[in-house]
T-cell receptor, first 109, second 115 residues
Framework: GQQVMQIPQYQHVQEGEDFTTYCNSS?????IQWYKQRPGGHPVFLIQ?????EVKKQKRLTFQFGEAKKNSSLHITATQTTDVGTYFC?????????FGQGTTLQVKP | GAVVSQHPSRVICKSGTSVKIECRSL??????MFWYRQFPKQSLMLMAT?????????EQGVEKDKFLINHASLTLSTLTVTSAHPEDSSFYIC???????????FGDGTRLSIL
């Protein structure tokens, strides 16, 4: 069945360093969504990408959708302690949304 | 955006107890709601899609007699974990989307602990 793989599983960075998480699907996706879950909290929607090669920015966050619509990435520039949490990608194919395993980001002040 | 209310936030009960979790869509009428299960430090696993006025659609491997879903109105879906055992301990979370391809809005989740 469809799989969405996300790497790395964990990332520890010093505050101010950059961070990237990668998402790969075994099948072509109609769209991909990114969510952030703070410790003890619930996932919160960040963004949705639909078009091949699409790039969207939210302040220090840059989201990309691959040309083949099978991979995506989230890049955070100059991390801050408020960026701590687990970032999930979720790919949609044939109507079903499949979540990646998530990347947990720790930021040392 | 949509606001989703999930209750209770935490349940601790004895083995063999049945536990009901409620999920309410406060901002719009939801013909479809989603129930997920999340183990510690793991991803969200879709358990079932709750359909208003009809039977829920369960994912492969999820026992429908174990996890009873009722979606009696456009704003409320319930998940009942029947005769819960320690292995059912987990974080259960519901979500709502205004349309099938739109972002999902999650409830705060229910942390279930079975002793």
């Amino acid at each position: 069945g469809q799989q969405v793989m996300q790497i790395p599983q964990y990332q520890h960075v010093q505050e101010g360093e950059d961070f990237t998480t990668y998402c790969n699907s075994s099948t072509t996706l109609s769209n991909i969504q990114w969510y952030k879950q703070r410790p003890g909290g619930h996932p919160v929607f960040l963004i949705q990408l639909v078009k091949s090669g699409e790039v969207k920015k939210q302040k220090r966050l840059t989201f990309q959708f691959g040309e083949a619509k099978k991979n995506s990435s989230l890049h955070i520039t100059a991390t801050q302690t408020t960026d701590v949490g687990t970032y999930f990608c979720a790919g949609r194919n044939t109507g079903k949304l499949i979540f990646g395993q998530g990347t947990t980001l720790q930021v040392k002040p | 955006g949509a606001v989703v209310s999930q209750h209770p936030s935490r349940v601790i009960c004895k083995s063999g107890t049945s536990v009901k979790i409620e999920c309410r869509s406060l901002d719009f009428q939801a013909t479809t709601m989603f129930w997920y299960r999340q183990f510690p430090k793991q991803s969200l696993m879709l358990m079932a899609t709750s359909n208003e006025g009809s039977k829920a659609t369960y994912e492969q491997g999820v026992e429908k007699d174990k996890f009873l879903i009722n979606h009696a109105s456009l704003t409320l879906s319930t998940l009942t974990v029947t005769s819960a055992h320690p292995e059912d301990s987990s974080f259960y979370i519901c979500s709502v989307a205004s349309e099938s391809n739109q972002p999902q809005h999650f409830g705060d989740g229910t942390r279930l602990s079975i002793l």
